[in-house]
């Protein structure tokens, strides 16, 4: 703890400064921006693009029945879904751009995409 004494005052104010910026960056660069709609695929081809400013329900058929999908303003989320684990219903609202959920057995997926595209580790 002695390396402690020989910070000064402006040392200090310098790595309050670095880390009140670090954190007002974090919403502007790694957020993916805002989300604006969302994206409904069966069996691989566009089935739906839906605006997320208003609300609606939404069945997209597939080979084991309906999904039922539901919008309000800023979220989206499959809310039934006929398979039988119900994995997709599991992953609640998606409300960020670049997050999906998958309806496997049904063929159905949900994604939230904004006006920027969003990059993970498997499409770098």
Known sequence: MAWLQLFKPGDWLILLAGALLVGLSFPTFWQGGLAD???I?????IFAE???KNRRRIEVPGPLG???IVVE???????ADP?????????????RPGEIAICAPNRVSL???GRTKVYDSLSY
Do not use: F
């Open 111 to 113: 994604q939230i995409a």
């Open 73 to 79: 303003p800023g979220r989206a989320r499959v809310l």
């Open 83 to 95: 398979g039988p684990r119900q994995y997709c219903v599991k992953q609640g609202w998606l409300m």
């Open 50 to 52: 839906l605006d997320l």
């Open 66 to 68: 309906a999904t039922l």
């Open 37 to 39: 709609r969302a994206i």
């Open 41 to 45: 695929r069966q069996e691989g081809r």
